[in-house]
């Protein structure tokens, strides 16, 4: 098409076509979408919940370390409170005394059990202190000969009842580090142990 061509085409064009190309054009409304506020609101509350959850379940194995770290003695009150109630309870017959032994031995080994279960911390005992291993991360450099060396030792679930004795083994050998504290050396790693 040449530009005479185009001009002439333009010329028949109709008047009403060009105005209503001059004309600004007309915008659709969309209706306003109001599911989009909801959406929003459940999406931030399922964020809560799963949040509240996640935290809930954090603090179940905190609660379960907090119950390994008392002594055995009131775990094994807690473990078993309705024992203390049944020896004050009625006299007994020499036929139920037979029986509640029996209960009596079945509870002691539910509660060493359930101690296993929660796992009795690593214990040496000098000078009628028990020391108890420590989280707290040390840094030991053995400058002298050790105090002394873990002569004895008891089941890893029961704790020790003599000095010089361990719930973890025998050969070990131990520094005094203060009045609560002791660093002992096993597998070579220095492990701090502090009296409660």
């Not at 194995?61 to 203390?84: I, K, N, Y």
């Not at 580090?177 to 002992?184: D, L, P, R």
Request: net charge negative; charged share 25%; hydrophobic share 40%.
């Amino acid at each position: 098409m040449t530009e005479r061509e185009l001009f002439e085409a333009i010329g028949h064009l109709d008047d009403d076509l060009i105005l209503a190309a001059d004309a600004p054009v007309k915008k659709r409304r969309r209706p306003p979408v109001y599911w989009r506020g909801f959406a929003a609101a459940a999406a931030c509350a399922c964020i809560f919940l799963g949040g509240i959850t996640v935290w809930q379940r954090s603090a179940i194995p905190h609660d379960a370390v907090m119950l390994s770290d008392q002594l055995p003695e009131t775990a094994a009150a807690e473990a078993a409170p309705d024992e203390a109630l049944a020896d004050t309870a009625a006299p007994q017959t020499a036929g139920d005394a037979e029986a509640n032994e029996g209960a009596a031995a079945k509870g002691t080994q539910d509660t060493a059990e359930s101690s296993t279960a929660l796992g009795v911390a690593r214990c040496v005992q000098l000078d009628g202190v028990r020391y108890f291993e420590s989280p707290a991360q040390i840094d030991f450099a053995a400058n002298r000969d050790p105090d002394g060396v873990i002569a004895d030792s008891v089941a890893h679930d029961a704790f020790p009842e003599t000095d010089g004795c361990s719930n973890f083994g025998t050969g070990y050998s131990y520094w005094l580090t203060g009045e609560k504290s002791i660093v002992v050396e096993i597998n070579r790693e220095y492990l701090l142990f502090e009296a409660n």
